[in-house]
């Protein structure tokens, strides 16, 4: 089937302007998760959903950050009053289950990010 | 904290050169830990992914090891081509029963396999 699938690709926008970043995780996954990339390091974890609710935000960096997973499958990350600071690659993964007895249910497979740009 | 580290961050080879790429982690109580490879401007494939009771998982030309009691992972990649150029990532998680799911990445090991 398809795999996780995120849009915009990319997002150019103005210092101070409100952005959202859309996920599609694969069907029946019920983990989500977000990282942000910058250039030259790995991915940071910001947010995981199990379900609907959040169950782990604790990497948002501030809160001019915030995510939604209304009805336990697509998730969209909000940022307000976008900064410099925020350009950076937003990688959105997701997983069958976290746990559950067997360890390859937390393999988390990744879609293709957006690529957000704070002029 | 978790923190993953990867050696080396560079590593060009030519073309049917083996290669070994190395990771290591802080923290020992890990759930799993997965290899990714990542192509500029794209998003991670999931290469390998080896539970914490395993000691290593192969998938073709891929070897993955794992010492989790001195907190190390071997990539090995047997006979190197051009299209494995990319970067690649180990990321760890930690004990769910700890209720933490999520990754910790290193910084990634850029390979260039030169013709």
């Known amino acids: 089937g398809a795999g996780v699938s995120q849009t915009p690709s990319n997002k150019v926008t103005e210092k101070g302007k409100y952005v959202e970043l859309r996920c599609d995780p694969i069907?029946?996954?019920?983990?989500l998760y977000w990282y942000r990339q910058s250039l030259g390091q790995g991915p940071e974890f910001l947010i995981y959903?199990?379900?609907?609710?959040?169950?782990?935000d604790s990497g948002l960096p501030n809160d001019r950050f915030f995510a939604v997973r209304p009805e336990g499958s697509v998730s969209t990350l909000k940022i307000q009053r976008t900064e410099r600071g925020d350009s950076a690659v937003y990688l959105c993964?997701?997983?069958?289950?976290?746990?559950?007895?067997?360890?390859?249910?937390?393999?988390?497979?990744f879609g293709p990010g957006t690529r957000l740009t704070v002029l | 904290k978790q923190e993953v580290t990867q050696i080396p961050a560079a590593l060009s080879v030519p073309e049917g050169e083996n290669l070994v790429l190395n990771c290591s982690f802080t923290?020992?109580?890990?759930?799993?830990l997965q290899w990714f490879r990542q192509d500029p401007g794209k998003g991670l494939t999931s290469l390998l992914l080896?539970?914490?009771?395993?000691r290593e998982q192969t998938s073709g030309r891929l070897n993955a090891s794992l010492d989790k009691s001195s907190g190390r992972s071997t990539l090995y990649i047997a006979a190197s081509q051009p299209g494995d150029s990319a970067t690649y990532l180990c990321?760890?998680?930690?004990?769910?029963?700890?209720?933490?799911?999520?990754?910790?990445f290193g910084a990634g090991t850029t390979v260039t396999v030169r013709a």
């Open positions: 923290d020992s109580a890990i759930y799993n």
């Open positions: 069907s029946g996954h019920t983990a």
């Open positions: 993964a997701s997983s069958p289950h976290p746990a559950g007895g067997r360890s390859s249910y937390n393999e988390q497979f």
């Open positions: 959903f199990q379900g609907t609710g959040a169950a782990d």
């Open positions: 990321a760890v998680s930690l004990d769910p029963r700890s209720n933490d799911y999520k990754l910790s």
């Open positions: 080896i539970q914490s009771s395993q």
